[in-house]
């Protein structure tokens, strides 16, 4: 194996001195409004963009969406005054469920973003609205982080990490 975890023959390229990749979130590309309405009619793809939503905040977790745009706005900010040698993947999961080694005891189900998922199959009103119908697999995260070092990638895009395309996760 040589360094950077690829074999030879795998069809993956060391791309390190080409290609940076960030791991972001759909929160980048939605805004808050429609992230907690139980219904959207807006269709979000990996082109989609938003303004920075300026504070204050209602919540640590608004806060969070807001850093994620910021993020990714001063990314393309960048791409575009310094034009780098290397291109800028962003890939864009939604919400992301698989399994969850931190928990150890089956109380802790109920904390954090898992208990979003097991609320729907508990019946519970889980509180995350529609972003639950767009979730995507965290091994799938994964490989979309690797497939991106495929050097036919071009760079300076974005990949949205969702299951099922428009339908969501059914």
């Not at 791309?15 to 940076?20: C, G, I, K, Q, V």
């Not at 992230?35 to 905040?57: M, Q």
């Amino acid at each position: 194996m040589k360094e950077g975890g690829f074999t030879p023959g795998d069809g993956v390229q060391d791309r390190r001195d080409e290609t940076d990749i960030t791991t972001s979130s759909v929160l980048a590309i939605t805004p808050w409004e429609d992230f907690i309405a139980k219904e959207s009619d807006t269709v979000f793809d990996d082109t989609y963009h938003i303004p920075f939503p300026a504070g204050p905040y209602q919540s640590a977790f608004e806060a969070y969406a807001a850093s994620k745009v910021a993020a990714l706005l001063a990314t393309k900010e960048f791409v575009t005054e310094k034009h780098p040698e290397w291109g800028v993947i962003n890939i864009l999961p939604s919400f992301v469920v698989g399994d969850n080694e931190m928990i150890t005891e089956a109380d802790k189900i109920n904390s954090g973003t898992v208990s979003a998922t097991f609320a729907q199959v508990l019946g519970r009103d889980s509180r995350w609205r529609a972003v639950l119908g767009s979730s995507v697999r965290v091994g799938d995260v994964a490989k979309l982080h690797v497939e991106a070092l495929v050097p036919k990638i071009e760079g300076n895009q974005s990949f949205l990490g969702v299951l099922d395309g428009e339908r969501g996760t059914v």
